[in-house]
């Protein structure tokens, strides 16, 4: 019977764990930023106008943003944890430039977002009309910051800069290029605007729940044309901040490129696959079928039809005579197919925004049963979409955790037996199948209850829980 050596099970299994800790947390951080925003939107909306649908509507999709933030705080708590467990050669090596993004990303952004969320929840009828809408506001912001501090973290992996090597350690030496070096910046505003694209979809899915079924359409109908009008510009974002991002990889990350379009060999007048078939390997060295759209890959990787994109086969050749021997190649299928996930969904969403906006435009959002039916059933796809990006992103990275410095099998703790991973990865799965449980049956609940101003005025008129120590 075939058995992997015990050093390879701890990092194979170390890899699942931490994979899946972080696609299930990512799952829940677009729609936690894209929702506190909207939800500033909503609450200013009726701050100007006094008008109390924008007030029920706050309230409603504000219960969804809390129980979507409860859930996305308790697993991104795991993240920390892994790092010195089960990770801890990775955490040495980099712990004088990882440290810095994370503990601001602690004590400025996690500290504002926790305190006034607090003062948000119960600061209806309590605080002045004002600075309670000014809490939400602060809210949005701090997430916004949290996400910059941990992307510009993760950038810094895919995108070393900023430091100098001593001994056998990284060591920081310009805090401002790690956190702004170009690769930060761009995953930044890619994620921001895929975040607007996932809540926006989401109101817009709720909402035409509640209008197909004629409950509330006037009050949803507005929720639907604020998140039309957020998902049109949005989504053409995504796209267009891709475009460079897919120019930054070509200098920065050529393999990830290559990988993700099945480009074996050095091509000029590089076409875009759109269709790849090849032998069910990690690394299969070749495609059976592989349908492309001619130039368009070109055009996109250095803004020329017949500029050169380098292929696989020669990027493993120099990574070999720069750094020694070694299989540089990340799993293709996966690189290639998340991308492509990330992409086709992309486009799916652009055309689904677009009807949406001219739906609004035409005054028929409340009215097409049809685009309704859609909506309701489109929730899933952006987080399909921002699945997809992230494993691309991580995955297109191997064999390296730290693009270029250090190798992912060089990251993993020495110390912590292989079973002990095991059983904390079946752990973990078992806890996360519960919670997504939890969250969609929660969700699902208020989703589907109706704003009502009686009940909401309750709740804002409650007394403050008193605190014992």
């Known amino acids: 019977m075939f058995e992997l050596p015990l050093a390879d099970a701890a990092l194979d299994l170390s890899r699942w764990q931490f994979a899946l800790t972080s696609i299930y947390h990512f799952l829940f951080v677009p729609l936690t930023i894209g929702l506190a925003f909207t939800l500033a939107i909503m609450q200013t909306l009726w701050f100007r106008s006094g008008d109390e649908q924008w007030l029920r509507l706050t309230r409603f999709f504000g219960k969804l943003f809390l129980i979507n933030f409860a859930i996305g705080v308790a697993t991104g708590l795991v993240q920390e944890f892994q790092f010195g467990m089960n990770w801890s050669e990775y955490s040495r ?45 602060i809210v949005a912001i701090a997430t916004t910051l949290s996400a910059y501090f941990i992307l510009a973290a993760n950038a810094w992996m895919q995108d070393p800069v900023g430091y100098e090597m001593v001994g056998n350690k990284a060591q920081m030496t310009n805090i401002f290029a790690v956190l702004f070096n170009e690769t930060a910046v761009l995953a930044f505003f890619h994620t921001m605007a895929a975040a607007a694209v996932t809540a926006g979809f989401f109101v817009l ?64 007048k590089a076409g875009l696959s759109l269709f790849a078939v090849a032998p069910l390997e990690a690394n299969p060295g070749e495609t059976t079928v592989n349908i492309k759209i001619p130039y368009v890959l070109s055009v996109l990787a250095t803004n020329s039809f017949d500029g050169e994109v380098v292929g696989i086969n020669q990027l493993q050749a120099q990574y070999e005579q720069k750094y020694g021997p070694g299989d540089y190649v990340p799993p293709v299928g996966v690189v290639y197919w998340g991308f492509r996930g990330m992409v086709y969904i992309g486009g799916l969403l652009l055309a689904l925004a677009l009807w949406a906006g001219y739906l609004a435009w035409k005054g028929k959002i409340e009215t097409n049963r049809t685009f309704h039916r859609v909506m309701i ?16 992103t991580e995955v297109g990275r191997q064999p390296w955790v730290v693009q270029g410095l250090q190798q992912t099998a060089d990251g993993v703790s020495v110390a912590v037996p292989t079973w002990q991973i095991g059983l904390g990865l079946g752990v973990f799965m078992a806890i996360y199948a519960i919670l997504i449980v939890i969250e969609f049956w929660l969700l699902r609940r208020y989703a589907q209850r109706l704003p009502d101003p009686v009940r909401d005025e309750a709740e804002r008129s409650k007394p403050v829980p008193a605190m014992s120590y």
């Open 205 to 268: 899915g709720v909402s035409a729940f509640h209008m197909r079924r004629g409950q509330d359409v006037q009050a949803f109908g507005r929720a639907a044309r604020l998140a039309s009008a957020i998902v049109v510009p949005a989504t053409l974002l995504v796209l267009l901040i891709g475009d460079d991002f897919m120019r930054n990889m070509v200098e920065r990350q050529p393999m990830k490129v290559a990988a993700a379009e099945a480009l074996y060999e050095t091509e000029e």
């Open 93 to 137: 090596f980099v712990g004088d430039v990882f440290g810095a993004p994370l503990a601001m990303e602690g004590l400025m952004a996690f500290f504002l977002e926790s305190t006034f969320i607090g003062l948000w929840v119960f600061g209806w009828n309590r605080l002045k009309p004002a600075i309670h809408l000014a809490t939400i506001w």
């Open 377 to 392: 059933w489109s929730i899933p796809l952006p987080f399909l979409a921002n699945t997809a990006g992230w494993v691309y």
